[in-house]
């Protein structure tokens, strides 16, 4: 069985930096990819930031030049660091990876349950 575990959700003002962190456990042979999303309330749940084995990153426009995500692979933690907060960046941030938990089967998609982060103007 395999958990992600985030932390570091907290309430920001404006202009503010916080760190998020989230650690994969259990049976894993091998991880493809680890991510952010968010999710705000009455809106859909929105990639934020991926990076992959190969250490290439992906981030929405709306974040680029302000957040940084990076991994620790032998620790299966990927942290996303987040500076100049903005009130729209408010929202519940769920961690993903992409998984294998045998080589014998394909990788799949696991959540972490979610860190509030609420910044304030």
């Known amino acids: 069985q395999v958990q992600l575990v985030e932390s570091g959700g907290a309430v920001v003002q404006a202009g503010g930096s916080l760190r998020l962190s989230c650690a994969a456990s259990?049976?894993?042979?091998?991880?493809?990819?680890m991510g952010w999303y968010r999710q705000a309330p009455g809106k859909q749940r929105e990639l934020v930031a991926d990076?992959?084995?190969?250490?290439?990153?992906n981030y929405a426009d709306s974040v680029k030049g302000r957040f940084t995500i990076s991994r620790e692979n032998a620790k299966n933690t990927v942290y996303l660091q987040m500076n100049s907060l903005k009130p729209e960046d408010t929202a519940i941030y769920y961690c993903?990876?992409?998984?294998?938990?045998?080589?014998?089967?394909?990788?799949?998609?696991?959540w972490g349950q979610g860190t509030q982060v609420t910044v304030s103007s």
């Open positions: 990076i992959r084995i190969d250490s290439t990153t």
């Open positions: 993903n990876a992409v998984l294998r938990t045998s080589w014998f089967r394909s990788a799949g998609g696991y």
């Open positions: 259990g049976t894993i042979v091998s991880i493809n990819s």
